[in-house]
C-alpha cells in the first residue's frame, strides 16, 4: 500500500464548475499538506499548505484536513480553462529542518469551455 | 528573485553511460532536494543537501550521488544508467525554515 492514495482522474469538468480533488494517507506522523499544481513539461508549483487539520483558503482554492480520517481535499470554485492540470498531493513530517516530501500520483483535470 | 533553474532541459543517454544534471537554487534558499517524476506518477524524493551535506536519502540505489556548492546550486549524478532511470528530474529549494518547495522545470532524461 503506497503511504498517499490519489486518484489519478483524469478528471474532466466544464467552465465555473466545482472541482474537489482528494487524497488519503497511511502515516499519521504527517504534519503539514501540501497541494502542488503541474502544468505540461514544468514544475510543480506550490499552491498552498496546511499544518495539521483544519481549512485554509486561498482566492478560488481550499485546502481541507481531516487527520482523523487521514483525507485531505482541495477545492476550487469557478474553475477556468487555465486551471487545467495535474494536481499533486503531498506530505511530510518536517522535523528538524529534514523536509522529504511524499507526493500523491496526481490528478488530471482539465476544464472546457 | 529568481527561481530554480536545472541545466539541461533535456538529455538522450546510452545505457550504462553516466550523467551530470544541475540546479541553481533559489535566492534566499540554502536547502536543495532531487526528486524523480516518472511519466503518470508522482515525485519520488532522491535526497536532500543541506550546508553541503547529505541529510537524507529516499530508496535509490549508491548509483545515484550529488553535491551542494557554497552557493547552494547542485549537482544530481547517475553511473551506469539504466533504461528505467528515463524520468523528469525535479530540483527543488528551500529556507531551512521553510515547508514549502520551489520546484524548477526540470530535465527530461531518456535513456536508450
Known amino acids: 500500500q503506497k503511504e498517499v492514495e490519489q486518484d489519478p482522474g483524469p478528471l474532466s469538468v466544464p467552465e465555473g464548475a466545482i472541482v474537489s480533488l482528494n487524497c488519503t494517507y497511511s502515516?499519521?506522523?504527517?504534519?503539514?499538506f501540501m497541494w502542488y499544481r503541474q502544468y505540461s513539461r514544468k514544475g510543480p508549483e506550490l499552491l498552498m499548505y496546511?499544518?495539521?487539520?483544519g481549512n485554509k483558503e486561498d482566492g478560488r482554492f481550499t485546502a481541507q484536513v481531516d487527520k482523523s480520517s487521514k483525507y485531505i481535499s482541495l477545492f476550487i470554485r469557478d474553475s477556468q480553462p487555465s486551471d487545467s492540470a495535474t494536481y499533486l498531493c503531498a506530505m511530510t513530517t518536517f522535523s528538524g529542518g529534514y523536509n522529504k516530501l511524499i507526493f500523491g500520483a496526481g490528478t488530471r483535470l482539465a476544464v472546457h469551455p | 528573485e529568481t527561481g530554480v533553474t536545472q541545466s539541461p532541459t533535456h538529455l538522450i543517454k546510452t545505457r550504462g553511460q553516466q550523467v551530470t544534471l544541475r540546479c541553481s537554487s533559489q535566492s534566499g534558499h540554502n536547502t536543495v532536494s532531487w526528486y524523480q517524476q516518472a511519466l503518470g506518477q508522482g515525485p519520488q524524493f532522491i535526497f536532500q543537501y543541506y550546508r553541503e551535506e547529505e541529510n537524507g536519502r529516499g530508496n535509490f540505489p549508491p548509483r545515484f550521488s550529488g553535491l551542494q556548492y557554497p552557493n547552494y546550486s547542485s549537482e544530481l549524478n547517475v553511473n551506469a544508467l539504466e533504461l528505467d532511470d528515463s524520468a523528469l528530474y525535479l530540483c527543488?529549494?528551500?529556507?531551512?525554515?521553510?515547508?514549502?518547495?520551489?520546484f524548477g522545470s526540470g530535465t527530461r532524461l531518456t535513456v536508450v
Open positions: 527543488a529549494s528551500s529556507s531551512e525554515t521553510g515547508v514549502g518547495y520551489t
Open positions: 502515516n499519521s506522523a504527517f504534519q503539514y
Open positions: 496546511t499544518y495539521s487539520s
